[in-house]
């Protein structure tokens, strides 16, 4: 996955989707369900699907939907999900250049330094 973040910068978050068996390349079953990653990144929101297995694995592979109301319940979850990391990145942001401003009012009131002539 291709991010311009460093990893602890990136808040994820999974939404569960069914519990599927699924093949592996080794074609043993594993339990699991899919999960969407939702990360907050320095060029925007990234999502990407994958599958938890039980044991706490994350594949990769595309999420499974068995049928079209629980897909579309799962594209309202994932909309939620990208709408508050936005909201929270908006957030962050804010702060970031209200600490700017604050330090800029700080600089340009202190007493400057005497010059020699």
Known sequence: MS???HPTE??????????TPTQDAGNTTVQG????????TASG???????????GQMLQMP???????????QIDELRR??????AQA?????????????QGAAAGSEPSAPTSA
């Not at 978050?13 to 519990?19: E, I, M, P």
């Open 33 to 40: 369900r899919s999960v969407f990653l939702v990360e907050t």
């Open 10 to 19: 990136a808040e994820t978050t999974t939404v569960s989707a069914t519990d």
């Open 63 to 73: 999420a499974v939907f068995p049928n079209l109301d629980y897909a579309l319940s």
């Open 45 to 55: 929101i990234a999502v990407q699907t994958t599958f938890l297995t039980e044991q």
């Open 81 to 86: 999900l990208v709408s508050l990391h936005f």
């Open 90 to 102: 908006a957030q962050v942001g804010a702060q970031v250049i209200a600490a700017q401003a604050a």
């Open 3 to 5: 991010e311009n973040t």
